[in-house]
Structures are given as structure tokens and as C-alpha cells.
């Protein structure tokens, strides 16, 4: 069983903030999952750069995605690498709706470890960080009760 | 010498040279003494001089961190040994350690270098003891003010700073997609540990059995501690020369035959396509297209075993057998054993014979098609080999032939 994201959150390496990145590490403050989005073409860019790589356009925007995903894989780590999620904690790659190809890496919280499957539902939740005077929130994700 | 953009110009390289310094698990040895002993008996192993020696290439170059993953940079040996060049290349963007060595090629394929030496050094083993490094922890014990940028950015806030996690989850996509199993899996770490049992200079060399493996404790499923491989200390010279060369050599060179760089999906961990290949997937198809021989022809296999599961991905990419079936391929252990049909890993690799990070596949690979491999020798007089070198979205295929 890995942590719930609630009170009490892991120490956790924090990303630092770019004007890229920012709407990503912080969205979790309105409970939204997002993404730079080409605005020309309509690509999820992630990681997030200056361009779009499919039109090469620079009007790129924050885009709120569902939330949702699945399962692509993960592991279910037993070595303290560093100081973290109570051991052992699950990684995985999770798969998002919105475009192909389009995944994250993330922790899987909230499920037994023998109910994990590849291709399970899954939904974001958000894990609250605050770094000076910001507010960063992980997007980590969970079981999907309603799929 | 006219260029033919149909020639193969890596055929225009040989390897003339090999040489190793001392391999310990903490030798608590200057790391430059270690790369210096490595040149220099590479450079012996030739029949050349310091004099003769016009270029350098390395991997990764001299970056401080983390602790003992570079022991020299080309400065250091230059000046060390005094050497006059006219060509040299270090750096960590490349298609995987033996990038260097394919650069080396192209340098002497050119004209701009007749022997190049070419360097790798590691001093892991003794930065993760005296020195206190911890395996992959950035900023310290405690992380302290760093923030995570640059590709960390995506891995490090969820706990996931080390290539085991990445990879095991490659590993466990691979078990999903095609069934592959850990006893499967764990044919690689046995047979690099039988090999290494008759490599003095291995690490671990007692006997290791199945219920070793499979008892032995997990790090990030479905990889165990077996599946990784062994920080170590020691370094690993190669000489590269212009085919030209081979009368003035001491021994009949290895002949370049064909390499492999490709690198067609996205350069990341988890954004790459099709996560159970990796990008040894493109450098190995690569490599077929630029020679007559085939998977078939090939006598032995040194593939990178950094962790376990990136073997199987080279033994698919090399096409050694179909994709996805890596774990029927290696099942008991028969073909890949240095009597088997495709020797695999025959120093032990990695995981057992040390880290030395890439150039050990190599440096084994020349060895054995010399014939110089003592009581681990390959049997029947091999004459074509492989040496494949990296994870993840980092890849480099050597194909080399030896022609009586």
C-alpha cells in the first residue's frame, strides 16, 4: 500500500519552475491536469518546449486535460534511493486520453499493490508542495473508482 | 582517398589494440593511474608508441558528477603522455559509451587521425564507499535546495531518480506484451555469472543458482539485486586505426564491418514509442543495413547488461530472434552459454564481471576474436562478433569480423 496524497506529503524533489513548466507543476491548485498546447495545431507538448514540434508554431497555451489515464507500466520499488514515499512505493508510466503517445511518469497511490494491472483506469490526484511562494502540486494518480 | 556515399566508411577502421588496467570493487586507486595503465597497454597490445598515437576519443568526458562515472577526461591522458593529435572527441551525447569508438572510426575513415585511442575509466566502486556517493542521489544525502531540471524534471519528484526504475519498467511492459517471465530474465544474470566464474578480473565469480536469483531481494520489480550490475573501479583502452595500417601492426586487426547510431524516437525514458525495445532497437536495424552478413553469421554477442533486461532488448534489436521473444530465446540458458549458438556477455558482463560501463563489451569482444581469452574462450576459432552498449534511448552497434 502506498501513501494516500493527503496530509502529510513524502519529501519530494521539487522540479524547478520555468515559465514552460509552470501551468503543469501548478494547475493541482484548481484540481486541473495541464498540459502546453499548440494552439495552431492542437498538440500536447510535454515535456513542454519553446516550440511546436509536430507545426513548429510558438503559439503554445496551457490546456486542462480529463485527468484521466491508464495504466501503461510501472514498478514497484523496494530500494531506498532516496528519501520518499514509505517503501515500497509503486512508479509508473500512466497514458493519457488526449493524444497518443502522450504519458507522464508518476507515482500509482492508493491501490493494493496485488490489484495492480497494466491498462488499469486511472485518475490524477494531486499532492501539495509548497516551495517559497509557490505552490507546486504532483500530479500522481489512482484507481478509477467510475471506469 | 575519394569518398563514395555508398561506401560503408566505417570499413575503412580496424582495432588494432586492446588493453585493461587493474578491475576492483573499491580499488581506492587514482582514477587517472587506472585510465593511463588501460592506454598504455592498448597501445602496446598494437605495436605502437605514445608517438604514433594522433587522436583521442572518450566517454564522457571529465564531468565531476556524479562521483567516480568519469576517471579522465582527454585532457588528462594528452597531457599525461604527451601525446601530439590531430583529432579528438569527448562528450556524453552520444549514441550510447561506444559512440566514442564509432567517432573514432569516422576519424580515422577521414584521414583527420591514423590511431586513435580511445578511453573509458570508472572509479564508482570507490565513490560509492570512501567517498560516500550515493548511487544516484542528486544535491547530497538529503536532496538539500536542488530542484530537478532537464529530463530529472519529469522522474525525480515521483521518487524515481535511478535507470532500475526505468528500466524495470521497460522490463515489466516487455513481461506484459509478451509474457516474458523472471526465470526467463534471470538466464542473463546466470550466464554472465558462469562466465564470470572463469574471468580472473570479474567481480563476483561463485557460482550464483535459480533460487539464488529468484531469492534474492527485490529493487524495483521485476528487477532483483542480480539484475543489476556492479559499480567498479577500472579502465578500458581501445586502439581504432586506419585498415591501411594492419602491416605495421603486432597482430591482425579486428575489421569494423558495420555500426549502428540510429536514434528514431523520442530521446527520452518514457516518452520513447515502444518502451520494451529501447533505442537499441534503431541502432541494431541500422547496422543490418550496411553489410552482407546477417544475424546468423554472428559467433558471439557482447551486449550491455547494465540492467538485465536491456540484453534481452539488444538480443531482439540484433535480431538474434524475433521481437518479443527474447525470454523463450535466452529460457534455460543453453544458446546463450560460450558453448551454446549465440555466446553471450562471455566476461561476465556487467553484471558480474563489473561496470565498466560499455567498453567491456567491447574490449571482450576483440579479445575473443583474437583468441586471447584464455580458459573463457569461445570455442571454434570465432571470427565475427558484436558489442552493443546502451539503455534507454542510448544505443551504439559495433559489428566486427577477424579474416585469417
Known amino acids: 500500500m502506498t501513501e494516500p496524497a493527503s496530509d502529510a506529503p513524502p519529501f519530494r524533489i521539487l522540479p524547478r519552475l520555468t515559465d514552460l513548466n509552470r501551468a503543469f507543476w501548478t494547475g493541482g491548485a484548481e484540481g486541473e491536469l495541464r498540459f502546453l498546447r499548440c494552439n495552431g495545431c492542437g498538440y500536447y507538448n510535454h515535456p513542454p ?99 | 582517398m575519394s569518398t563514395d556515399a555508398n561506401e560503408i566508411i566505417e570499413r575503412r577502421a580496424v582495432i588494432s589494440g586492446a588493453g585493461q588496467s587493474d578491475v576492483g570493487r573499491r580499488l581506492y586507486r587514482d582514477p587517472l593511474e587506472l585510465t593511463l595503465d588501460a592506454c598504455l597497454a592498448a597501445i602496446d597490445d598494437a605495436g605502437l608508441t605514445t608517438a604514433e598515437i594522433d587522436g583521442i576519443a572518450t566517454y564522457p568526458g571529465p564531468i565531476a558528477t556524479p562521483p567516480g562515472f568519469s576517471g579522465a577526461g582527454i585532457v588528462d591522458v594528452q597531457d599525461a603522455l604527451r601525446l601530439e593529435i590531430g583529432w579528438w572527441t569527448g562528450g556524453i551525447e552520444l549514441p550510447g ?171 527520452s525514458w518514457d516518452q520513447f514509442d515502444d518502451l520494451t525495445t529501447m533505442a537499441c532497437r534503431d541502432a541494431g536495424a541500422q547496422l543490418w543495413t550496411r553489410t552482407d552478413l546477417t544475424p546468423r553469421d554472428v559467433e558471439l554477442a557482447e551486449m550491455y547488461d547494465g540492467f538485465s533486461f536491456i540484453t534481452m532488448a539488444w538480443i531482439e534489436a540484433m535480431g538474434f530472434c524475433g521481437k518479443g521473444e527474447s525470454g ?52 571454434g576459432d570465432p571470427e565475427v562478433g558484436v558489442a552493443c552498449a546502451g539503455g534507454g534511448p542510448l544505443a551504439g552497434a559495433l559489428l566486427l569480423t577477424r579474416r585469417r
Open chain 2, 97 to 267: 559509451q561506444l559512440g566514442s569508438v564509432i567517432n573514432a572510426c569516422l576519424a580515422v575513415a577521414s584521414g583527420l587521425a591514423t590511431h586513435v585511442l580511445c578511453f573509458r575509466s570508472v572509479w564508482e566502486g570507490s565513490a560509492q564507499g570512501k567517498e560516500g556517493r550515493s548511487a544516484v542521489m542528486p544535491g547530497g544525502s538529503s536532496g538539500g535546495a536542488f530542484r530537478a531540471s532537464g529530463f530529472m524534471e519529469w522522474t525525480l519528484p515521483f521518487a524515481a531518480p535511478s535507470a532500475a526504475i526505468w528500466i524495470a519498467m521497460m522490463a515489466e511492459r516487455h513481461f506484459h506484451e509478451y509474457g516474458t517471465t523472471r526465470e526467463q530474465l534471470a538466464q542473463i544474470a546466470l550466464n554472465a555469472r558462469k562466465n564470470a566464474g572463469v574471468n580472473p578480473k570479474a567481480i563476483y565469480r561463485d557460482p550464483m543458482t535459480m533460487d539464488d536469483y529468484l531469492g534474492i531481494r527485490m529493487i524495483s520489480s521485476p528487477l532483483c539485486l542480480y539484475d543489476c550490475d556492479i559499480p567498479c573501479d577500472g579502465a578500458t583502452a581501445l586502439i581504432v586505426s586506419r585498415a591501411e595500417t594492419a602491416p605495421d601492426l603486432r597482430k591482425t586487426p579486428i575489421q569494423v564491418e558495420a555500426v549502428g547510431t540510429a536514434l528514431r524516437g523520442r530521446p
Open chain 1, 49 to 147: 518546449t519553446p516550440i511546436c514540434p509536430i507545426c513548429h508554431g510558438k503559439d503554445l497555451a496551457p490546456h486542462t486535460v480529463s485527468g484521466k489515464a491508464t495504466l501503461h507500466t510501472y514498478t514497484v520499488n523496494h530500494q531506498p534511493w532516496m528519501p520518499g514515499p514509505e517503501l515500497p512505493y509503486v512508479v509508473a508510466i500512466v497514458k493519457l486520453p488526449e493524444q497518443e503517445g502522450l504519458r507522464l511518469t508518476t507515482n500509482l497511490v492508493g491501490a493494493e499493490l496485488d490489484e495492480i494491472e497494466i491498462g488499469m483506469p486511472l485518475r490524477v490526484v494531486f499532492e501539495r508542495h509548497d516551495d517559497g511562494d509557490d505552490a507546486i502540486y504532483l500530479p500522481l494518480f489512482e484507481p478509477d473508482p467510475d471506469r
Open chain 2, 328 to 379: 523463450p530465446f535466452v529460457e534455460g540458458g543453453q544458446r546463450i552459454a560460450r558453448d551454446g549458438e549465440l555466446p553471450l556477455n562471455t566476461h561476465g558482463g556487467q553484471l558480474s564481471a563489473g561496470r565498466l560501463h560499455g567498453y567491456g563489451f567491447l574490449h571482450e569482444a576483440c579479445v575473443q576474436l583474437w583468441g586471447e581469452a584464455g580458459e573463457r574462450q569461445v570455442p
